[in-house]
């Protein structure tokens, strides 16, 4: 079976949203060494609406980036209630019905791993619907100050378990959690 793993820039202080606001002075080899082999590992990317409309609009322009020469090509599925099914950007189709059931119908079928990329609702979504396998933290020694965090208040109470823990020579902590029942 297919694993669905998401990984999320994040500050100290927790918030995952516009990461390009606080990671770029801590960016460093290590860090890019992880996101490649998470890159590697993936031939299948989920998307939320707001991810999708961002980024059609930019990785396409910037398929020189290694980044954007690994997204652009790739099998992407969408999640939306408000988008059409005609998408424009390459290998792009907008997930019919419940979201959760299509990921799990996709870890059934054969192929590498499922990332969700950016998307902080899906990430949420899947996550609380006992979907996603493995969620990577990649957290910067800054402090955002301000933007969306990926845990709310009133979140359910979950348990997870560390699957894997490093700190890189700029202080990213890359931390991933797996399922506690898996």
Request: aromatic share 10%.
């Amino acid at each position: 079976m297919r694993k669905v793993t998401a990984g999320l820039f994040t500050s100290v202080d927790g918030v995952v949203q516009d990461p390009y606001e606080f990671q770029y002075d801590s960016f460093d080899d290590e860090l890019g060494a992880a996101m490649t082999a998470w890159m590697a590992a993936t031939d299948t990317v989920l998307l939320g609406r707001n991810s999708y409309l961002e980024w059609s609009e930019w990785w396409p322009a910037h398929a020189d980036d290694p980044f954007g020469q690994w997204i652009n090509p790739i099998e992407k599925h969408v999640a939306s209630t408000t988008l059409g099914d005609d998408l424009a950007w390459e290998n792009s189709t907008r997930i019919p019905g419940d979201v959760p059931a299509f990921v799990r119908e996709l870890q059934r079928r054969d192929g590498a791993d499922i990332a969700v990329c950016g998307s902080v609702t899906l990430v949420r979504s899947l996550l609380f619907a006992g979907v996603l396998d493995e969620l990577q933290l990649m957290v910067h020694p800054a402090i955002a100050g301000h933007g969306r965090k990926l845990f709310e208040p009133t979140d359910p109470p979950t348990r997870l378990r560390l699957v894997a823990n490093a700190v890189t020579s700029k202080g990213n902590v890359l931390s991933t959690y797996g399922r506690f029942d898996a």
